[in-house]
């Protein structure tokens, strides 16, 4: 089961907006989430986001950079921007958003 979280066993039932980008030269590439109104916000501070955790069979990927956003001083939306640095990372991200897709009926548009 391919699952994301801001918290430790906390899952995040928001489904994000996820760009990707990749370069044409080399195997570099990055991954930005946006979720907007996520769970983890209406906890009102109760559990705070210690970075964003994409989970499935293979294991866990951490991405530390997460920032919020906010409007009119209220927590809005959260972003996380993984960085791919290899091939390998690429292929391990493509295979957990593969089945984080599946069990969500997401589908992949191009821009």
Known sequence: ????QFARDVEE??????????????D??????????????AQDGKIEPTGLYL????????????????VNGKP????????MQSQKEWDRFMRFMNRYAEENGLGLSKS
């Open 1 to 4: 089961m391919a699952k994301i």
């Open 13 to 26: 039932t928001v489904v994000p907006d996820v760009r990707l980008t990749r370069a044409k030269v080399g």
């Open 28 to 41: 570099s590439g990055t991954a930005t989430f946006t979720f907007t109104n996520p769970d983890i916000l």
């Open 55 to 70: 989970i499935d069979e293979e294991g866990e990927i951490v991405i530390r950079n997460v920032q919020g956003k906010f």
């Open 76 to 83: 809005e939306s959260l972003e996380a921007v993984y960085v």
